[in-house]
């Protein structure tokens, strides 16, 4: 899946009201991300480990020369390792850090659809009770009856997390 709009940077998830959702499966909960920061979804496939790097990236593939991080999103949300299985997707998200643009892989148990959630069915993030830090979520969207995390890319994808990792040399040098 390529996005049509992935040369928009990904300050235009700043404002997280109503739109189109990317929605997937993680450890068993709804979770979204804008689609204007989604670039593609990719079958889960070899995946390079890196060592010395926090528990929760899996590790570097080679998307069309580019190295790009993988983040293991149930580990990141501290939910334990994914297994992967027949359904198991790496979304690659666009985020804007550090006034540079970076893409990033999320591994997911499943991807569900593309939704739109009208500002309406909009809400701040729970304090407490979600199982997932609130910092990482930017709303939490009803879709038919059941919620959806949206999560709040930079914040929980940050490069700064994984300070000192140079992800941008070619994967051919890796």
């Not at 689609?35 to 889960?44: D, G, H, T």
């Not at 499943?110 to 909009?122: C, G």
């Not at 304090?127 to 939490?140: K, N």
């Amino acid at each position: 899946m390529s996005n049509a709009s992935s040369g928009a940077p990904a300050s235009v998830e700043a404002d997280a009201g109503g739109g189109q959702y990317l929605t997937f499966q993680s450890a068993g909960e709804a979770f979204g991300v804008a689609i204007a920061v989604v670039k593609e979804i990719i079958q889960f496939g070899a995946v390079t480990q890196v060592p010395l790097v926090p528990a929760f990236i899996r590790g570097v593939i080679n998307l069309r020369g580019a190295v790009v991080p993988v983040i293991d999103l149930n580990l990141r949300f501290s939910r334990g390792q994914s297994v992967p299985g027949k359904k198991t997707c790496i979304v690659i998200v666009e985020t804007e850090q550090d006034g540079g643009r970076q893409d990033i892989g999320i591994m997911v148990d499943a991807v569900s659809e593309v939704v739109e959630i009208p500002e309406a069915d909009m809400a701040p993030p729970p304090r407490f009770g979600a199982g997932v830090r609130a910092d990482f979520i930017r709303r939490v969207g009803k879709v038919g009856g059941r919620f959806v995390m949206i999560i709040d890319v930079p914040k929980a994808l940050s490069v700064e997390t994984m300070a000192g990792l140079d992800f941008t040399a070619s994967a051919e040098a890796a």
